[in-house]
C-alpha cells in the first residue's frame, strides 16, 4: 500500500510516498504563503499514485 505524507510549512511544502515503508518519492516544494494553490496543482499527480493513506503536518 501506498501512503503520502505532506509537511506544510510556512513557505515550501514536502511530500513524501512510501510503499510497504520504503520511500519511493520525495520533494520539497516553494509555496510563496499560499499552500493551497500549491497543492491543487499537484492534486491530479498525488491522484495517480492511488495512495491508501495520508498524513499532514503543518505549522
Same mark, same amino acid.
Given at each position: 500500500?501506498?501512503?503520502?505524507?505532506? /509537511?506544510?510549512?510556512?513557505?515550501? &511544502?514536502?511530500?513524501?510516498?512510501?510503499?510497504?515503508?520504503?520511500?519511493?518519492?520525495?520533494?520539497?516544494?516553494?509555496?510563496?504563503?499560499?499552500?493551497? /494553490?500549491?497543492? &491543487?496543482?499537484?492534486?491530479?499527480?498525488?491522484?495517480?499514485?492511488?495512495?491508501?493513506?495520508?498524513?499532514?503536518?503543518?505549522?
Amino acid at each position: 500500500m501506498k501512503n503520502l505524507w505532506l /509537511d506544510i510549512g510556512n513557505t515550501r &511544502l514536502k511530500y513524501w510516498v512510501t510503499e510497504n515503508e520504503r520511500v519511493i518519492e520525495h520533494e520539497a516544494e516553494l509555496h510563496l504563503q499560499s499552500p493551497a /494553490d500549491l497543492l &491543487l496543482g499537484l492534486i491530479q499527480h498525488f491522484k495517480s499514485l492511488n495512495v491508501h493513506k495520508v498524513g499532514v503536518s503543518s505549522v
